[in-house]
């Protein structure tokens, strides 16, 4: 029997879903945004906005100004920089301009008006607390996941100083120098800090580091462990950072019970003159990651990879392995072309087990856009997959709807973090059963 579907049955239920998308809140599980008790490292407002590094990359495609002269100036000469040549010069149609503006107009400002004086004026009335209720609100997100890393000196002095937290803001424990840098950043500085590790991993040193995982952990409360990792990363292979994630970062994470985060993909330093703009992308080999996975069941893994070329692969991985959780469309691939596509290829190569978007802001107003342009890509695609399920006879009911949005924003997230817990908070009963 054949169930066809009335253009009116398939407009109301891609109404349904554009309005349960654009109303579900969102847990933001990867930002760089902070808990606005760490004062200036939370960015926020008009110039920050224009500074964002993927502006700065598309900046020099148009300015007629050396990188030195660039870097000399101050935060505001660079925002006008910007703004003249992105916005006033030439129509600001990239994915990170029109973000400017979905943002602005949202906030209700006026941007036909090109008056960016005017938009700073409204800016400088705010304060940062009052301020970030308002943008949460406005965006729908309900928490945000910071990007927390002990080697940055800004930021590792306010976790020691104390502070009290601000419930909406999770944390990540952030370890690239530890897996990237060892010798030449890590093991000095942890020494500094009063781990006694060489560089050689020897036992002593593995068992530090992990005292030194453990002790941040505890001290920002962590909801899973992050690296960004090069194309070329292998696994297995003879190299610091494969066996550092071996003998102390995978046993940590199943002994806390979190989830190791990794971001493959990305090659540092393209262009070091762009400074934070000059990051690159490489496809890294699913191989690798397929390896990891399959070597570690008892650990739970999120990823999110640069290269376009690495998200169908990893799709496939992810049907293979239930301890791998697909995440994001990361920075390059943060763009409506290629969130349609990916979002479409995961929904349907693994369904609903997925979390299709975090924002990645580095500015707090972001969330603003980024949330706004993903939320209508991620509508469109789902009506499309329940219009395909009413062609069955399958009527998606307005609370199944409901519990799936939920699902892709944050909630899938959640049980997959819930499921490692539940297995660190088994595994000391498992020990007494053997002994
Ligand atoms: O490594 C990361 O977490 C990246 O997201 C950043 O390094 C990058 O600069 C960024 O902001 C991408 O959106
Ligand atoms: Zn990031």
Excluded at 260 to 288: E, I, Q, S, Y
Excluded at 322 to 331: A, D, E, K, M, S
Excluded at 373 to 391: M, N, P, T
Aim: with cysteine; aromatic share 10%; glycine share 6%.
């Amino acid at each position: 029997m054949t169930h066809p579907v009335t253009a009116k049955r398939r407009a109301a239920l891609a109404a349904q879903v554009e309005k349960t998308v654009l109303t579900t809140p969102v847990y933001d599980i990867h930002t760089h945004l902070y808990d606005p008790a760490f004062g200036g490292l939370l960015l926020w407002g008009i110039d920050d906005l224009l500074v964002y590094h993927y502006l700065v990359a598309e900046g020099f495609r148009q300015f007629d100004l050396t990188y030195e002269k660039f870097w000399a100036m101050s935060k505001r000469e660079q925002a006008d920089a910007i703004w003249n040549a992105l916005f006033i010069e030439h129509s600001p149609i990239s994915e990170a301009c029109r973000g400017v503006l979905t943002t602005l107009n949202r906030l209700g400002l006026d941007v036909k008006r090109r008056d960016l004086p005017a938009l700073r004026k409204w800016f400088a009335k705010w304060n940062v607390a009052d301020y970030t209720t308002h943008c949460m609100d406005v965006a729908g997100v309900s928490r945000i996941c910071m990007t927390n890393s002990p080697f940055d000196d800004e930021e590792r002095v306010v976790w020691e100083r104390g502070f009290r937290r601000d419930e909406r803001f999770a944390a990540a424990l952030r370890i690239d120098p530890l897996l990237l840098s060892w010798e030449g950043t890590a093991a000095p500085r942890l020494r500094d800090w009063g781990y006694s590790v060489t560089p050689e991993l020897s036992e002593k040193t593995v068992s530090e580091v992990r005292r030194f995982l453990a002790d941040w952990t505890r001290r920002i409360n962590a909801q899973y462990l992050m690296v960004s990792l090069p194309p070329d990363f292998t696994y297995p292979g003879d190299n610091v950072c494969a066996r550092l994630m071996e003998t102390a970062v995978l046993p940590h994470c199943r002994e806390a019970g979190l989830p190791f985060a990794m971001m493959p993909g990305v090659k540092r330093a393209v262009n070091p003159l762009l400074r934070m703009a000059g990051d690159g992308v490489g496809h890294c080999d699913t191989n690798t990651y397929e390896s990891l996975i399959a070597a570690h069941p008892d650990n739970q893994f999120l990823i999110t990879a640069l290269a376009r070329e690495n998200q169908y692969s990893l799709c496939v991985a992810a049907r293979k392995f239930r301890n791998l959780h697909l995440f994001g469309c990361w920075w390059f691939t943060n763009t409506p072309y290629l969130i349609e596509e990916m979002t479409r290829m995961r929904l349907e190569l693994i369904g609903l087990s997925v979390t299709p978007q975090h924002s990645d802001a580095r500015v707090l107003d972001q969330i603003i856009y980024k949330w706004e342009h993903s939320r209508r890509i991620i509508g469109r695609v789902l009506a499309e997959k329940y219009q395909d399920l009413a062609a069955t006879g399958w009527e998606p009911t307005n609370a199944e709807i409901q519990r799936d949005v939920q699902d892709l924003f944050g909630g899938a997230f959640q049980q997959f973090c819930g499921r490692q817990q539940a297995r660190a908070a088994e595994a000391p009963k498992r020990g007494k059963r053997r002994a």
